[in-house]
């Protein structure tokens, strides 16, 4: 295997941290303390992991309503992810967004989004800028985006304009097979949606979503064309979210338990450490050492989320504008 | 059970109605029901307003029900091709609902996030609304469309949105907003039958909230207001969740002597000039409650209309009691503060008649 022993560390240690992360935050938001709408991509952690792996800060990606692994890959602080879930002054955006907005402009995350395929454009726009700069060499533009995505007229238009312009583009659909509930056999028209690249003159491919080297091998292809100068490439990886739409949704109503089983024995973790024990890459010590380290992490975060306080009221009025001369306030 | 003095929907002076208290959400799938079986022309479009098929048997699950389930069990009486999931492709689906109602169909639209009419805006604005006009007249647009606005639920900034303004701004349009389980059967049900594009914008604080509902079929005429309460000292407007705000307001108003008249507008587009005119007439004083940003908004426009048309009335300046010029913040208390509160009413009304 051509991957380093630090980036295969970075790896598992990425991939449990999104795990744990994501059941962490669905636990404390189930005890009411987030206050808002938490969607978890728990079962995604290869998708985000692979690509994220041939990034550096100078690299940009857009995320969805689903974002927390793209935002762990990409390098954000968990505590400060929870405290912002859990609305606080500490977190990533003051208490602004909350989980449907995180996002780390230091890190080269434009943000999670809470409308479908609206981050799409805004990864082909970082992208416009490294061609403007002539730095593609150094970043590139990653649209992250779901099955449901790949319905919008949006993702389109930025795969037409990415390809017109070759841009250094990675378009990286997570299909995990539904959309909320609307399964992707009845909203998608194509039986890969790797297809529709051809229409678009950039190759698409099509990837084992639960297998993270087989995304770390597609994605260091694909961001290599684009490093080059050659232009987008649209990756599909077929997944499975292991809990619902959002927190309260309850995916008995329409998965079916054999399905959800069959995804679990393809656990991209588990399929990691049975990887590279065989191989012995790594050895079960280390791996749990990883592990141990996450679990005290996560701790740590929900405690400093806890104890952050909120934030000020007075906030509310603040950064709607960069300068503005009128009064932001309500008239009351 | 039939109205009473104390719980009235439809206003002073029509106690003894038969009915019942029912939730929003009940009511206004019943509604959509009883459009349907009505006018085979009736048909829904929205993602996940079954929600979820069988993969074997290709079947409807009904998972979701629609968004809040506002549209749980409609599939299984009227079939997938009436209610008819979507894929997440907005601008696609609503514009095909124009070519639909353009060529004969009554489509009825579920947005779910009312955010989310800006991904379709183009067809809502370019072809909804503008369709019949620049063809002469030659066509009509029987559309209805409903999604869920205002704060107060989590759902952060993109979620969040009451700029029904927006969309009361576009000629063509036409925008009703209930703001109780009476109003949303009524308006409902008018706005289906209606034969220009409507969009009915529904509170998400709204949804589980109960109320009395006449039990005869009616509608509400688009375009007219109603009196919540009658009173003399101060007029509030309220429409949308805003009314409930206001009702609130007017209550903790009587407890240290002050008697508000409280205006529900019901509908922004057409609206009723003359209610507010009639009620301004009366008690000389107006504090406007909207929970849509300030700039260009409904408040705005009701304030100009009465400072055109009841001027010499007046007694004081027109008051509005707005959401600041701000997106919509996550974290509860700054959501709190961001949304209009009975409190924010009652300062206002106190500063205007001098009882501070």
């Known amino acids: 295997m051509d991957i380093s022993k630090k980036k295969l560390e970075w790896i598992y240690t990425t991939m449990y941290r999104i795990r744990r992360f994501e059941e962490t935050m669905l636990e404390q938001t189930l005890k009411g303390n987030s206050m808002g709408v938490a969607h978890t991509s728990d079962g995604q952690e290869a998708p985000p992991t692979g690509i994220c792996a041939h990034l550096t800060d100078k690299d940009w990606i857009g995320s969805t309503h689903r974002g927390h692994g793209h935002c762990i890959s990409k390098g954000l602080e968990t505590d400060k992810m929870m405290a912002e879930v859990f609305g606080k002054a500490t977190g990533q955006c003051g208490g602004k967004g909350g989980s449907m907005h995180i996002s780390d402009f230091s890190k080269g995350m434009l943000g999670a989004n809470g409308i479908v395929g609206a981050s799409i454009p805004l990864a082909v726009g970082a992208a416009l800028t490294a061609k403007l700069k002539g730095i593609e060499n150094e970043s590139v533009g990653v649209s992250f985006f779901g099955d449901g995505a790949s319905s919008q007229g949006v993702l389109h238009e930025s795969m037409n304009l990415a390809s017109v312009w070759k841009l250094p583009v990675i378009f990286a659909c997570e299909n995990n097979g539904y959309a909320e509930a609307t399964p992707s056999w009845y909203a998608v028209s194509a039986e890969d949606i790797a297809s529709r690249a051809e229409g678009y003159g950039m190759p698409g491919v099509v990837v084992d979503g639960m297998d993270v080297f087989a995304v770390y091998d597609a994605a260091g292809e694909a961001i290599a064309r684009a490093r080059a100068g050659e232009g987008p490439t649209l990756i599909e990886m077929k997944t499975y979210r292991y809990h619902g739409h959002f927190h309260a949704d309850d995916t008995s109503k329409y998965r079916k338990p054999e399905e959800e089983e069959y995804y679990k024995k393809l656990d991209s973790i588990k399929h990691f450490e049975r990887t590279v024990t065989k191989q012995k890459l790594m050895t079960e010590k280390k791996l749990k050492s990883i592990r141990d380290a996450i679990e005290q992490e996560m701790l740590d975060a929900v405690e400093f989320a806890l104890n952050s306080p909120m934030p000020d009221v007075s906030t509310v009025y603040d950064d709607v504008y960069v300068n503005y001369s009128n009064p932001i306030a309500g008239l009351r | ?356």
Not at chain 2, 36 to 50: A, K, T
Not at chain 2, 162 to 188: C, E, Q, R, W
């Open chain 2, 1 to 356: 059970m039939t109205t009473s003095q104390a719980n009235n929907p439809l206003g002073p002076g029509y106690e003894g109605v038969a009915g019942s208290e029912m939730r929003f959400r009940d009511i206004f799938r019943d509604t959509l029901r009883a459009e349907m079986n009505r006018d085979d022309d009736v048909f829904l479009m929205g993602e996940d307003i079954s929600g979820g098929f069988d993969k074997d048997t290709k079947e409807p699950l009904d998972a979701w029900g629609g968004p809040f389930a506002a549209t749980k069990g409609l599939v299984q009486e009227f079939g997938v091709e009436r209610i008819r999931d979507t894929p997440i492709s907005e601008a696609g689906f609503v514009g095909a609902a124009v070519g639909s109602a353009l060529t004969g169909m009554r489509p009825v639209v579920d947005l779910m996030y009312f955010d989310f009419v800006t991904v379709a805006f183009d067809q809502l604005l370019s072809n909804a609304a503008k369709s019949r006009y620049m063809f002469g007249g030659q066509t009509k647009v029987p559309l209805t469309l409903f999604a869920r606005s205002g704060a107060g639920t989590g759902h952060a900034a993109q979620h969040s949105e009451s700029f029904y303004s927006m969309l009361a701004h576009i000629p063509g349009l036409k925008v009703v907003v209930p703001s109780d389980p009476y109003s949303v059967k009524g308006l409902l049900a008018a706005a289906i039958r209606d034969d220009d594009p409507v969009f009915l914008v529904n509170d998400k604080k709204l949804i589980n909230l109960t109320g009395f509902v006449p039990d005869e079929e009616y509608i509400i005429e688009l375009g007219k207001g109603r009196y919540m309460r009658r009173g003399t000292d101060v007029t509030l407007v309220g429409m949308s969740y805003t009314s409930v705000v206001c009702q609130q307001a007017a209550d903790q108003l009587a407890e240290i002597g002050i008697d508000a008249e409280v205006i529900d507008m019901m509908s922004l587009s057409p609206f009723d000039e003359d209610i507010l005119i009639e009620s301004v007439a009366k008690t000389n004083n107006v504090v406007i409650v909207d929970e849509d940003t300030p700039r260009a908004s409904m408040a705005s426009e009701f304030a100009a209309v009465i400072a055109d048309k009841a001027f010499d009335h007046l007694d004081s300046p027109v008051k509005r009691v707005t959401s600041p010029h701000s997106p919509v913040p996550y974290s509860r208390d700054l959501e709190i503060e961001f949304m209009p509160q009975p409190a924010d009413v009652v300062g206002t009304v106190k500063k205007l008649l001098g009882r501070e």
